[in-house]
T-cell receptor, first 111, second 116 residues
Framework: EDQVTQSPEALRLQEGESSSLNCSYT??????LFWYRQDPGKGPEFLFTLYSAGEEKEKERLKATLTKKESFLHITAPKPEDSATYLCAVRSNFGNEKLTFGTGTRLTIIP | NAGVMQNPRHLVRRRGQEARLRCSPM?????VYWYRQLPEEGLKFMVYLQKENIIDESGMPKERFSAEFPKEGPSILRIQQVVRGDSAAYFCASSPAIGGTNEKLFFGSGTQLSVL
């Protein structure tokens, strides 16, 4: 069974204080690892897809990286508007199209 | 180009009633997914549908829950004889196809179901 574990559960940073969020996964053949952002009362918003170890993708202050066992979401010089819950999910090569999600990291950026 | 539309946003039902949740995918999208989110838990897959076909319902409870995506109209998630444990946020997502760069899912804003 595919599993995704995210850490920490919650993270409070000062504005401008860079950090990283972790996503550890076990999957029977990784077809894709996905990062989403979710604001309170809203649905997840797509950020990145990573397909193979060593791959990196960037968008504004966010950079996602992937190894064979985990992914990191690096946040550089965050702003208050980056406050949200960040979700990691995996899709397997075998069986079906479903995404298996972690429980997320709730990020708060303090001005 | 409107995003994934879900309605209602909030639905209150008494135990034993039926709940119907609607989802209109993004224009041009033929794949629909339903997920459930409980407080402090991750999104859990329920069902994956294409037009007029259920492709994977491995995450759907065997009783009381059903889903459809007719040729015309929105996808419907139906919960019969609701119980308090059904209270959750239900999210719908859509994608244009599977494989390659079209694999990402676009989510709606969800329906918050509260069972009294």
């Amino acid at each position: 069974e595919d599993q995704v574990t995210q850490s920490p559960e919650a993270l409070r940073l000062q504005e401008g204080e860079s950090s990283s969020l972790n996503c550890s996964y076990t999957v029977s053949g990784l077809r894709g690892l996905f990062w989403y952002r979710q604001d309170p009362g809203k649905g997840p918003e797509f950020l990145f897809t990573l397909y193979s170890a060593g791959e990196e993708k960037e968008k504004e202050r966010l950079k996602a990286t992937l190894t064979k066992k985990e992914s990191f979401l690096h946040i550089t010089a965050p702003k208050p508007e980056d406050s949200a819950t960040y979700l990691c999910a995996v899709r397997s090569n075998f069986g079906n199209e479903k995404l298996t999600f972690g429980t997320g990291t709730r990020l708060t950026i303090i001005p | 180009n409107a995003g994934v539309m879900q309605n209602p946003r909030h639905l209150v039902r008494r135990r034993g009633q039926e709940a119907r949740l609607r989802c209109s995918p993004m224009k041009g999208h033929s794949h629909v997914y339903w997920y459930r989110q409980l407080p402090e838990e991750g999104l859990k897959f329920m069902v994956y549908l294409q037009k007029e076909n259920i492709i994977d319902e491995s995450g759907m409870p065997k009783e009381r829950f059903s889903a459809e995506f007719p040729k015309e109209g929105p996808s419907i998630l139906r919960i019969q004889q609701v119980v308090r444990g059904d209270s959750a946020a239900y999210f719908c997502a859509s994608s244009p196809a599977i494989g390659g760069t079209n694999e990402k899912l676009f989510f709606g804003s969800g329906t918050q179901l509260s069972v009294l």
